[in-house]
């Protein structure tokens, strides 16, 4: 390891976090997308000897991404970050799923990008995205009169994932023109995006 430990030192003392430039369509925040990680560390890499790898790879059952870093001299570090996503046999929920370990792979690997907006929201805690939910949709409704915004509303609080978002969703049709239905759907759908239900 000794090849690689020394062409890894020199690179991460001239890397830089990657530039902000995605807009997260939920919550409005900037992050660094998998475009602009690669960016910021794989000429660094390279000028040190190293490539990158991403293959993927399936462990009992569940599949990784592997991010190898490869020096000419033929030493490797590598690491697995597990591939998630919402829905089984969707290659749209997949691909992102991929992109999503992909780009947290190699920042982790490179210890680039810690400060990242996308990757502090996908860790508030459970309590915070169900307070934000109570506050900005669950009270108002309250004053409405309409009891099946109420039930939609009730029933959005309590859905486990995201197929039971889009059933609720295709449920209450007539509701879809309604802005605190809207907006209850889009925050219950970006808390199982964040990982925090």
């Keep these: 390891m000794k090849e690689i430990a020394q062409a890894l030192l020199k690179a991460q003392t001239e890397m830089s976090n990657p530039i902000k430039g995605s807009q997260n369509p ?43 870093l490869l020096h000419e001299s033929g030493e490797t570090i590598e690491s697995l970050t597990e591939i998630i996503y919402s829905k ?5 929920a997949q691909g992102s799923g991929i992109t999503y370990a992909r780009r947290y792979g190699l920042q982790s690997l490179v210890c680039v990008g810690a400060d990242d907006d996308d990757g502090n929201n996908a860790s508030k805690p459970q309590k915070d995205a169900k307070k934000e939910y109570r506050n900005e949709v ?50 219950k759908k970006q808390s199982f995006a964040d990982g925090t239900k």
């Design 26 to 68: 939920f919550l409005k925040n900037k992050y660094a997308d998998l475009n602009a990680v690669r960016e910021a560390v794989i000429p660094t890499l390279n000028k040190h000897g190293i490539t990158v790898l991403q293959p993927m790879q399936t462990v009992d059952g569940k599949n990784y991404v592997k991010t190898v």
């Design 88 to 92: 089984q046999n969707d290659a749209q």
């Design 138 to 187: 669950k009270a108002p409704v309250q004053s409405e009169i309409d009891k099946d915004l109420k039930i939609a509303i009730d029933d959005l609080e309590n859905a486990n994932d995201v197929d039971s978002v889009k059933f609720i969703w295709d449920t209450y049709g007539k509701l879809q023109s309604n802005s605190y239905f809207v907006k209850a759907v889009k925050l």
